[in-house]
């Protein structure tokens, strides 16, 4: 049974930072395309940020590039996310996913697996 747990999710300050740890059971992620997704309060869950199975570099929606950096640690079987300068619109509940997909997957639907989320919150 695969299971994807995400942790570290916490209120911080505008201008702090955040590392956001998915542990991953039954799947190697080495072997998956991982991505990061974030849902804010009435909106779509859109997508934050991928790593491909291939282990090409990481890549990331505009509004976060340059701040954020996906790292995926394979003996430990986990993917981070480390989120510097954040601001009140990365406020979200952030998710983690896995998906066979080749490629830079953008879209929420081609995930197989995603774990249950952490929240973020981030006071102006």
């Known amino acids: 049974q695969v299971q994807l747990v995400e942790s570290g999710g916490r209120l911080v300050e505008a201008g702090g930072s955040l590392r956001l740890s998915c542990a991953a059971s039954g799947l190697t992620v080495s072997r998956y395309t991982m991505g990061w997704f974030r849902q804010a309060p009435g909106k779509e869950r859109e997508f934050v940020s991928v790593?491909?199975?291939?282990?090409?570099?990481?890549y990331y929606a505009n509004s976060v590039e340059g701040r954020f950096t996906l790292s995926r640690d394979n003996a430990k079987n986990t993917v981070y996310l480390q989120m510097n300068s954040l601001q009140p619109e990365d406020t979200a509940v952030y998710y983690c996913?896995?998906?066979?997909?080749?490629?830079?997957?953008?879209?929420?639907?081609?995930?197989?697996?995603w774990g249950q989320g952490t929240q973020v919150t981030v006071s102006s």
């Open positions: 996913a896995a998906t066979r997909a080749l490629g830079i997957v953008r879209g929420s639907n081609a995930y197989d697996h």
């Open positions: 790593i491909t199975w291939l282990g090409s570099n990481p």
